[in-house]
């Protein structure tokens, strides 16, 4: 197997913090060898399986929790595939996909995903309303993970890391750091990005790796933090403000102050592969590919619990669904819609708004806000949200 394929099936899951809805219940996503399992976030309960084929190597959720897409590597010379997995009606569809697809992201409206290749090097653009993938641009080597931003997707390569415009379709940065870098976490606020380093191997001898910090403007690295042997994953909690990054050969999680630049502690996890964080930051979640678990550990009181999964679990992601109320255009999620927020779903449908500041009142998914949907909402308004399960 070669690394890309590796790298990419164990080392590349990135926390999906998803828009919610009203008392919107988190579930975990597994990605085992050929099934994704869904679990619950709190208590672990598995609560439903799907079947997909064992060259799966990421997981992505919608901002809506309403979708899940599962990127399919194929084999060389062979086109990839995206499982499309509409978690309400529970139908999948497969879109073909340039080759060997590794890495997916979505924008922050949430209709657009960008989907990186390495058969040819390349970046393709996705619509998830019209289901419609084109090709937008090459890269100068292999992607290994991205995150997208308003205009800009930052693209982690094996020894560096990139910028490509969106809009102009190409690459207007890019700076060295890294040996084997293998995922990502962005910090959009502090516009800050984590990078997991592998690290070189001599004479079959596997080295530390390092956590790599890139200010993304402009871009440059601004330090190197040594940890433990093939970090796979990196997430970054906002509650307790330290990232946290998988050491998959050192069976363990080291635990970093960003602003110390050093590892001020650890957790000790047998072969940890993904790693995803809660919305609110209080909840690391660890997949364990060696003994079919995941873990769930408790950052506040600082306790870990083993949950049972699928063979080879390895990728982890967070996703908000809505359920137990139902209630569009609830922007804020406190159960119901005031005037307000009727009036932000009127500027985002006639265009002067942004739909990151209520993607509830985006039901389909599809990146707008339809006239319907507007009349959802002010339906919300004057009745009250219903009960829905």
Known sequence: MNMDRLVCMGLMANALLCASAALARDSLFVLGASTVSELDASTGAVLRKFPVPNDAIDL????????????????????????????????????????????????????????????????????AAERLLLPIGTLLGHGRDLLVGESVAHIVQPTGLLAFDLYAQMVIAAVGGGANNASMFVDQAQQVAYVADIGPTTDGVVLPGALHIFSLNPLFRSSTIPVGLTPTDVVYSSWSGEVFVANRDSNSISVIDPVLKAVVGSYEINMPGGLAISRDGRSLYASSSSDATVHFIDLESDTVREVPCDPQPSIVSILSKRTGVSCPGDCDGNGEVQVHEIVALSSIASGTGDLSSCRDGDRDDNGHISIDELISSVTSAYRGCALSF
């Open 60 to 127: 992505v959720g919608s901002s809506s929790g309403a979708f899940l897409y599962v990127v399919h590597f194929g084999n060389p010379p062979a086109a990839g595939q995206l499982s499309v997995i509409d978690l309400d009606r529970e139908v999948v569809e497969m879109i073909r996909t340039p080759a060997n697809p590794v890495r997916l992201a979505f924008d922050r409206g949430g209709r657009f995903g960008y989907l990186i290749s390495v058969n040819p090097d390349g970046i393709s653009r996705f619509d």
